[in-house]
């Protein structure tokens, strides 16, 4: 294993994610060189575009780290916990990339540590950026601890007395900047479409985001699964999305209240471009998913598969329907993405892309999930699964 | 979130029956801050008032020429924009880096040196008014800074100071707020709404008029809860959401660990991977 521990394979897929990158870097340099407005369609009427919309369902489909860890580490559901580290470890990437994404975004991108020195408590911005900060410090230590257990056993032993106390920090670190991700459109109730502008924004948010975690978990399980050519534990899928799918099953009927009680049954239902948008996000985000769980369908592995990758779309829609669908009748039509902004976008999850592929491969006890509570290396029996792998 | 540091509230009451759109106050402010009649981004030659005409980084004020449908008859009216001086700005309360602050007199200012440049604030100003440099490097937030020197020794803003038909009345904004309720009782024409007043917690700046403001561009759907007022609604239970947060997580990890060694002690081994 010694000697191959450190490779990267390289496929035509690879290389291709590799040169957009590599030309996003450039891209990068030159943003820096003429600035925002030159190389963006941002304006002063459509002040947020694409690569806020990116950095917002990045990091509600991050919050995947955070509710793993929850029902790994709080319940101790240690049938999860294989799950958990990838999660954690898609996470960190996720977070890493909103963060590649934001210093291109912001236009003083010299004056980014300003909110340190000069911080406005009452800001929902200034949370966002100080959990997200925090709990990326947490998160290296997490992955510090799981790396250093194969690696480094003494130090892994030593770090066991801060564990507990780094694991109850990163589970509510995220409550704050998922929440508050929502609470930053509070600031805009004259602007937001109505179906959208609720003051339980923050709430649904944080909750969304949490019970998204097991779709993400499964899909990246199924995925690696039929990466290195391993069995689907089906059933302990299955009993994993029965959380997601009750958790759905709450955010359903809240989400309904919200809108019987501000009123606005009659603009969900207005069969226009913001009342179907709305329905589209409910459907894929709760209904669906929670039809599949009903089904026999639901305890296969395309079952499982669609219940994941539905929860996912439908949660993206609900950031993307606030970021543009829900303020598009305010800002107008003044907005597309320009064409750097869309690649950098790209090359910034091309990046992410890579780093898991590498970490994985290279770290193998991030995507055991037979056996590895055991202590067993579980990278020794799937490394034949390297050499098949399919990307 | 009444703000201590306004100790001598100033305001200007726009009476938009009077101003006959000479544009002289958008000449005085473009004067008093050296600025260009070029717009920042298509560097073309343009009027800071006009049909059309908006706030950019470079034009702080503007008149808009409206034709609008008064009893009947199509009418000019000239509507006179800058920033409104919030009592309780969205601007200042979302900026996570404290680049706006309030003067005693009122005024919210703009310190570039600490802005980040998230624009926040342009998307949460419930009059959009913060505009971006988007032509620069190194850009900066732009907006009215309702001359605060000038305020702070006692003078009205270049643009009120001008004005040749009184249309822009320089004051304390309290004694302006009587006057606008004094003057729109006492004639039948005036809409019966002083704008500014309770718009998003009220504004320094106060109109009246005789046609409906909504008809002349003014967003007519502001709560008048302030919008620092509506996120505190949420940031307040930001320490609770931790404490409670972490001592539940603590708390049921360690009956649920409890609970597997438990188990594990009964039937002698772990039957749970």
């Not at chain 2, 260009?36 to 004020?61: I, K």
């Not at chain 2, 803003?157 to 004005?163: D, H, I, K, L, M």
Request: aromatic share 12%.
């Amino acid at each position: 294993m010694s000697g191959k521990r450190w490779s990267f394979k390289i496929t035509p897929i690879r290389i291709a994610m590799f040169a957009i990158f590599a030309v996003t870097l450039v891209m990068y340099l030159y943003r820096y060189y003429v600035g925002l407005g030159a190389v963006t369609d941002l304006n002063d009427a459509y002040p947020w575009g694409a690569w806020i919309g990116a950095d917002m369902n990045v990091i509600a489909l991050a919050g995947a780290g955070f509710s793993m860890a929850i029902i790994s580490h709080i319940f101790h559901a240690h049938k999860y916990e294989p799950l958990a580290r990838r999660c954690l470890l898609m996470s960190f990437i996720g977070y890493v990339l909103v963060l590649l994404i934001l210093i291109i975004e912001i236009g003083r991108w010299d004056n980014f540590w300003r909110p340190f020195v000069s911080p406005n408590l009452h800001s929902p911005m200034f949370e966002v950026y100080m959990c997200i900060v925090a709990y990326l410090v947490l998160q290296v230590i997490e992955l510090v601890e799981v790396v250093t257990e194969k690696v480094a056993p003494k130090v892994q032993q030593k770090m066991q007395s801060i564990m507990p106390i780094v694991f109850i920090a990163a589970c509510t670190v995220p409550l704050g900047h998922q929440a508050s991700l929502g609470a930053l459109y509070l600031a805009m109730p004259a602007k937001l479409d109505a179906i959208w502008a609720s003051q339980m924004m923050p709430w649904l948010f944080v909750f969304s985001s949490f019970f998204i975690g097991p779709c993400v978990a499964i899909v990246e399980y199924i995925w690696t699964s039929a990466r290195y050519k391993m069995k689907v534990d089906t059933d302990m899928l299955y009993s994993l999305s029965r959380i997601s799918a009750v958790l759905m099953a709450i955010y359903f009927v809240a989400k309904c209240a919200d809108i019987v009680v501000r009123g606005q049954v009659g603009n969900v239902f207005a069969f226009n471009m913001t009342g179907n948008m709305f329905l589209l996000e409910m459907l894929l985000l709760t209904v669906v998913p929670i039809v599949i769980h009903l089904t026999p369908f639901g305890k296969t592995k395309g079952g499982l598969l669609t219940f994941g990758i539905s929860g996912m779309a439908g949660l993206v829609l609900t950031r993307l329907n606030v970021v543009f669908t829900g303020m598009a009748a305010h800002l107008g039509g003044g907005y597309f993405p320009s064409f750097l902004e869309i690649f950098t976008t790209v090359g910034g999850f091309c990046f992410a892309f890579l780093v898991y592929l590498y970490v994985t491969e290279n770290f193998p006890f991030f995507y055991g999930v037979a056996g590895d509570a055991e202590g067993k290396p579980v990278g020794e029996s799937a490394e034949s699964g390297f050499n098949q792998a399919i990307m | 979130m009444a703000n201590s540091v306004v100790t001598n509230q100033k305001g200007v009451l726009v009476d938009l029956t009077k101003c006959v759109g000479c544009g002289s106050c958008t000449v005085a402010c473009k004067m008093w801050n050296n600025q260009s009649f070029q717009h920042p981004q298509t560097e073309e030659f343009q009027n800071a008032h006009g049909v059309d005409v908006e706030l950019d980084s470079n034009t702080w004020t503007t008149v808009d020429h409206k034709l609008v449908e008064k009893d009947g008859k199509e009418v000019w009216r000239f509507v006179k924009r800058q920033c409104m001086h919030c009592l309780d700005p969205a601007c200042l309360s979302v900026c996570f880096s404290h680049s706006f602050h309030q003067t005693n007199e009122g005024a919210v200012q703009y310190n570039p040196e600490l802005c980040v440049g998230c624009r926040y604030c342009m998307i949460a100003c419930p009059f959009d008014v913060p505009k971006y440099e988007w032509e620069k490097v190194m850009p900066s937030v732009m907006k009215c800074q309702f001359c605060s020197s000038k305020l702070a020794d006692g003078e009205a803003p270049a643009c009120a100071s001008v004005c040749p038909t009184d249309a822009l009345m320089f004051g304390n904004r309290d004694e302006l707020l009587a006057k606008a309720h004094e003057i729109i009782s006492s004639d039948s024409k005036y809409v019966n709404h002083v704008y500014g007043e309770k718009e998003v917690g009220g504004t320094s700046w106060l109109y009246i008029s005789d046609v409906p403001f909504g008809e002349l561009g003014f967003p007519t759907n502001l709560p008048e809860q302030s919008v620092p007022g509506n996120i505190h609604e949420f940031t307040r239970f930001t320490l609770p959401i931790f404490a409670v947060g972490a001592t539940a997580w603590a708390g049921i990890s360690m009956y649920t660990s409890r609970r597997h060694k438990v188990h594990e002690a009964e039937h002698g081994h772990h039957d749970e991977k």
